[in-house]
């Protein structure tokens, strides 16, 4: 089974709310999405084009069990919590996206690097 890779984006009414955000994902909520069964998360602000303005967050799960288990048993709560930071009221609006992550790259390892070694 592919793993997936869940994309949260947010639209933000200026650079004040996006930095705001930025800093609520960093002092916790990535954590707690990997804590609920992410593997990784990513945080990328857009910067083309430049406005709107947008922040995207991919967490990727190592496959759909550990997602739909996200969904069931703590998305319910994070959302909550992010509402209640940046709801409507608060000019950001939010699109989620769910997709097969069919290719993963690391890039070349650089020389004098130790090798990495797969431990399974």
Do not use: K
Request: net charge negative; hydrophobic share 40%.
């Amino acid at each position: 089974m592919p793993a997936l890779a869940y994309t949260v984006r947010a639209t933000l009414p200026n650079h004040e709310t996006a930095a705001a955000y930025i800093a609520w994902l960093r002092d916790g909520h990535l954590d707690a999405v990997i804590a609920g069964g992410a593997r990784s998360a990513q945080v990328v602000q857009v910067e083309d084009p430049a406005a709107p303005v947008r922040v995207e967050v991919r967490y990727i799960f190592q496959a759909r069990a550990e997602f739909e288990r996200y969904v069931r048993e703590t998305a319910p709560r994070l959302r909550a919590e992010g509402l209640a930071q940046f709801g409507p009221d608060s000019g950001v609006s939010f699109e989620r996206t769910v997709g097969a992550l069919v290719a993963e790259g690391t890039g070349p390892q650089r020389r004098g690097d130790p090798p990495e070694h797969d431990e399974r």
